[in-house]
T-cell receptor, first 120, second 113 residues
Framework: GAVVSQHPSRVICKSGTSVKIECRSL??????MFWYRQFPKQSLMLMAT?????????EQGVEKDKFLINHASLTLSTLTVTSAHPEDSSFYIC????????????????FGPGTRLTVL | EDQVTQSPEALRLQEGESSSLNCSYT??????LFWYRQDPGKGPEFLFT???AGEEKEKERLKATLTKKESFLHITAPKPEDSATYLC??????????????FGKGTKLTVNP
């Protein structure tokens, strides 16, 4: 199957600093990418949907000025956590959609391995 | 509003003991039902996409089926390495053209040797 990579896999930072997480689709072009957050023993929480070349759509309750998303190319999306605080510590996972509407069509969404953010 | 309910929340099996996981859904215009496997501390791993009632897909010991109201993930003769949380999600046709997946809470499967 297709591969989605995330970097870094783990980051520890001091309160008040900004952290950037990169998400890449390695062998397909992704018009649409998604960013999720996951708390321990809970399911995925969608934070935002990003489409290449346009502004991200944020879910209700997610601060767009705190979680900056840039989908600059068909293979790269970045999430920047600005002025991070301990409550931002979490597991962040990106996902890229691979789909085709022609013929029989297909729709698959692949996930990255996740980034563990710890804010001290 | 699209909804996904998975059952049971947790399932313990002995190695070789076949069983099924259930995913019930309500959605406006199903565009796809997705199954994922997630190991602790990792991102979900894609297993299957099903598009229409009656469709079935298989991969090794796993078989996914779909009806108009639910999907089953059948696990045949499971092994300890099949232990994971299995997630079900749907993509529907929503107003505003939302492309997001709606996830269930998952079924945590433990297979004992």
């Amino acid at each position: 199957g297709a591969v989605v990579s995330q970097h870094p896999s783990r980051v520890i930072c001091k309160s008040g600093t900004s952290v950037k997480i990169e998400c890449r689709s390695l062998d397909f072009q992704a018009t649409t990418m998604f960013w999720y957050r996951q708390f321990p023993k809970q399911s995925l929480m969608l934070m935002a949907t990003s489409n290449e070349g346009s502004k991200a759509t944020y879910e209700q309750g997610v601060e767009k000025d705190k979680f900056l998303i840039n989908h600059a190319s068909l293979t790269l999306s970045t999430l920047t956590v600005t002025s991070a605080h301990p409550e931002d510590s979490s597991f962040y996972i990106c996902s890229a959609r691979d789909y085709w509407t022609g013929g029989r069509g297909f729709d698959t969404q692949y996930f990255g391995p996740g980034t563990r953010l710890t804010v001290l | 509003e699209d909804q996904v309910t998975q059952s049971p929340e947790a399932l313990r099996l002995q190695e070789g003991e076949s069983s099924s996981l259930n995913c019930s859904y309500t959605v406006s215009g199903l565009r796809g039902l997705f199954w994922y496997r997630q190991d602790p501390g990792k991102g979900p791993e894609f297993l299957f996409t099903l598009y229409s009632a009656g469709e079935e897909k298989e991969k090794e010991r796993l078989k996914a089926t779909l009806t108009k109201k639910e999907s089953f993930l059948h696990i045949t003769a499971p092994k300890p390495e099949d232990s994971a949380t299995y997630l079900c999600a749907v993509r529907g046709t929503t107003q505003g053209g939302s492309e997001k997946l709606v996830f269930g809470k998952g079924t945590k499967l433990t297979v004992n040797p």
